[in-house]
Each structure stands twice: as C-alpha cells, then as structure tokens.
C-alpha cells in the first residue's frame, strides 16, 4: 500500500509540474471555465490549452462536464486550492530564505570592502 501511495503521489505531481498546467488549475480555483475562457485570460494557443487540459484530465485532476457545445472544466478536489496556496507559502519561504542570504552577502562584502581601504 505504501508503495502504491508513493507511486501516486509520484504521478499526481508529475501532472502538475508543467506552468502551464498550473496557471490552468490556479484560474479553475477562481471557478469553472470553458476552454476558450482559460485560453484568453491565459493568452495562450488554444492547443497548447487543450493539450494541458488533457494531461490534467488523464490524471483526475480536472473534470470535464458537456454544456451544450462546450466543456466545462473544473477541479476534481477542491484540496487543490489549498495544495496550490501552500506551494506558494513554501515558494515565498524559499524567497525570504534567499533574499536573507543575499543581505548577508551583501553585508560581509560590505564588510571586507571596507577592510580594503
């Protein structure tokens, strides 16, 4: 059961590591959108869309449901909002942590210029 655990999450964030797949999945948290409503807020070809949304829909994240002659997609589990919020606490804590680093850089640099002179 681990081992199957593992290899999920294995494939679940293999289906996400694509920016395009998640600038999708971070407009669907805002609500359900049709393909061309997701293609002109994200600016981009509507295959290079389509083709997203069909990893993301392989893979259960997104559902697709039939009105009229569009789709409408959706997250399949609303813990994605959250999974995608925590991701940019991490992404910001990384960002503090280096910007942080770089103070220090800059102090010692400071530091060893004025021993120069």
């Known amino acids: 059961m681990n081992l199957e655990m593992q290899q999920f999450k294995a494939e679940f964030f293999k289906a996400l590591a694509h920016p395009l797949r ?3 999945l971070e407009l669907l948290s805002e609500g359900d959108k049709n393909v061309n409503e997701i293609q002109s ?3 981009s ?3 290079a869309v389509s083709q997203q949304l069909t990893v993301l829909r ?3 994240i997104v559902v697709g ?8 997609y959706s997250l399949r ?3 994605i909002v959250e999974l995608l919020s925590i991701a ?3 992404f910001n804590n990384h960002l503090v942590d ?7 850089i800059s102090e010692n640099e400071d530091k060893n210029r004025h021993k120069l002179y």
């Open 77 to 79: 589990d609303p813990m």
């Open 41 to 43: 807020l994200i600016g």
């Open 45 to 47: 070809e509507g295959s």
């Open 98 to 104: 280096t910007i942080i680093m770089l103070d220090k």
């Open 22 to 24: 998640i600038k999708i």
């Open 65 to 72: 449901t039939k009105d009229g002659n569009r789709v409408v």
């Open 58 to 60: 392989g893979k259960n």
């Open 88 to 90: 940019r606490q991490i």
